[in-house]
């Protein structure tokens, strides 16, 4: 998670009145979820609601108007996210006593550990993590997005990590949701 107060010191350029439109449209969209979420699902939240048609240059529009909103203020910075990069860096702590808390805020005890059956949840949307993943969090159920057609190497792992669970898909009709 990035710093919330976090502003935009550079050029800002004032959009055009349907780049505004689109703008509102999509704050309006964001303050919908607790969470972060990506371009990818803003933008078919706006194509759902009619605002802009499923075509691609439409996408590279909702990403530039995000930046333009983030840019003049109108939408903070963690409001999106970016799933697909990170960065990377080790785990340092400066003492022992503060790799215990650190510790202490991820333990929680497996509450499955009785239970004869346990579930996991696959979704073939990777854009739907943002409202799935922290359910499944809470109730400690596994989690898979696959990304439409899951390779071969993911494939291994959930079969060998999730073997007897029973698992709940969610996924549509196009090609890779029809095969899983």
């Known amino acids: 998670m990035i710093d919330t107060d976090l502003r935009w010191t550079g050029e800002t350029v004032k959009p055009y009145a349907k780049t ?3 703008i509102d449209h999509a704050v309006e969209v964001v303050n919908r979820y607790d969470s972060a979420i ?3 699902q803003l933008f078919y939240q706006l194509v759902s609601a009619n605002v802009i048609e499923n075509i691609e240059p439409n996408y ?3 990403g530039k108007a995000v930046a333009t909103a983030r840019k003049l203020g109108l939408m903070a910075f963690d409001d ?4 697909g ?11 022992a006593g503060d790799a215990v808390s650190w510790v202490k805020r991820f333990f929680d005890q497996d509450r499955w550990i009785n239970q004869e059956n346990r579930v996991a949840v696959i979704c073939e ?6 409202v799935i993943a922290p359910i499944c969090q809470r109730w400690q159920v596994p989690y898979v997005a696959s990304k439409g057609y899951a390779s071969l190497s993911l494939a291994a792992e959930v079969a060998s990590r999730l073997w007897g669970y029973t698992i709940f898909y969610f996924g549509d009709h196009d090609p890779s949701g029809v095969h899983a």
Do not use: H, M
């Open 80 to 83: 999106i996210e970016d799933r």
């Open 60 to 62: 590279d529009k909702v």
């Open 85 to 95: 990069r990170q960065i990377e860096a080790s785990l340092n702590f400066a003492s």
């Open 38 to 40: 990506t371009v990818r």
């Open 20 to 22: 505004r439109a689109l």
């Open 125 to 130: 949307k990777a854009a739907l993590s943002g």
